[in-house]
């Protein structure tokens, strides 16, 4: 009997209200921005066509993150692109005229004066602000939760920032980092997290990851010839699963993917959010122990949440041991498919995929979401090893088995 929880949505619409901020023209912006970097070629799809048979389903492709930037996880993608939209600001330039050379030269950093990025992460998040700082010249100062990997301190670390392992969760983090950048002289936080009086940069963040899903979508267009039929992403805040859903339901607005949230099970705010049934959002607190350390955060995004709201079928909150599976599932593929090195975050919708295709408990789950042989799944997988002990203990030791 399986003990992942789900919930169908049947929350009120906001009207879709906040679904403007993964416009395609937003979101091509952000793409042509990245594509400015040196460092910029696409990330793989991964067509997962042995599994597909295994599972019965017409096509199964993953989007592979790993290869970001050498980075090893996508989230630099929305850091770097919300510094440069404050830049642009600072400096009354349109976005269009800061590419990757002009933002990292002399002179532009001579024209904004020092700024330091301050921000709160369980490690991608933050990596990705440091390495945007260090290109950009400037100063960052980055606040981890306590539990926190040293292997995701120490590639923070190595990007030139100042970096601290707190003595409390992700969100006191992120409430101690936006009050630092408060106080210290060309202070900027750059959170993927929206609060009430601080929306922009975190819509600026959801734009930015949009690149990951415009990606995705092409080249799930050129290899299936057709559009997915379910989407399945990951959630901690909400920022990457509003981009997501945002980004597809606006590209396809008369026929749109069935969209599925998957969350820790530790700090599954949205599931309760949707739970509770109101449209309203609840918060997890505590410390939020589990292996999906990108996903372990308590406090919803209030502005990807109203896309959720509006767009998500089915809220899953999920136990380590089948993100767990996720990681071997991919780690380890049926003969003919490509390999995809994913970490705990980044594994949690293939665990999930897994159960509810071979669980029986899971079958009226299954027939709501009308997967059957005709269905075109895409996943995300946000990360890479960006723990290796930890992956290593999980894929070759069979830690968090169930």
Request: include cysteine; hydrophobic fraction near 40%; charged fraction near 25%.
């Amino acid at each position: 009997m399986s003990n992942i929880r789900w919930i169908e949505n049947t929350m009120p619409a906001a009207e879709d209200k906040e679904l403007e901020i993964m416009a395609l023209d937003n979101v091509k912006a952000a793409r042509a921005f990245h594509e400015s970097f040196p460092q910029y070629k696409i990330t793989p799809l991964a067509g997962l066509d042995e599994l597909a048979k295994f599972f019965g389903i017409k096509k199964l492709f993953i989007k592979d993150e790993s290869y970001r930037f050498g980075l090893n996880a996508f989230k630099v993608l929305g850091g770097s692109f919300a510094m440069a939209r404050y830049i642009a600001g600072l400096t009354g330039r349109p976005i269009e005229e800061l590419n990757y050379d002009r933002l990292t030269s002399q002179e532009l950093k001579e024209e904004t004066g020092e700024l330091t990025f301050f921000s709160a992460t369980d490690g991608n998040h933050g990596r990705g602000v440091a390495w945007a700082a260090n290109k950009l010249g400037q100063k960052s100062v980055i606040m981890m939760p306590k539990g926190s990997q040293k292997a995701r301190f120490d590639n923070i670390r190595k990007e030139g920032a100042v970096t601290t392992i707190e003595e409390f969760n992700y969100d006191e983090c992120v409430r101690k980092a936006a009050k630092a950048a408060a106080e210290t002289p060309g202070g900027v936080v750059v959170q993927d997290t929206a609060w009430d009086g601080y929306e922009e940069i975190p819509a600026w963040i959801m734009q930015g990851y949009g690149t990951m899903a415009m990606e995705a979508d092409r080249q799930f267009e050129a290899a299936a010839k057709d559009r997915p039929t379910h989407i399945f992403i990951q959630a901690g805040v909400g920022s990457l699963a509003g981009a997501v859903v945002g980004y597809f339901a606006n590209r396809y607005p008369d026929n749109p993917p069935t969209f599925v949230v998957v969350e820790s099970d530790q700090a599954d705010c949205l599931y309760r959010s949707a739970c509770a049934g109101d449209g309203s959002i609840r918060i997890v607190e505590g410390d939020m122990q589990t292996i999906m350390a990108g996903l372990a955060c308590g406090e919803p995004n209030k502005t990807s949440w109203q896309i959720l709201r509006d767009k998500v079928a089915v809220f899953v909150s999920l136990p380590d041991w089948a993100a767990a599976n996720g990681m071997r599932l991919l780690g380890a593929p049926l003969k003919g498919d490509p390999r995809v090195i994913s970490g705990e975050s980044g594994a949690a919708p293939a665990g999930f995929l897994y159960s509810l295709m071979t669980d029986d408990s899971l079958t009226p789950l299954r027939e709501k979401l009308a997967i059957d042989e005709n269905s075109r799944i895409l996943l995300f997988s946000t990360e890479g090893d960006t723990d290796p002990e930890n992956y290593r203990r999980v894929v070759w030791e069979g830690a968090c088995g169930r």
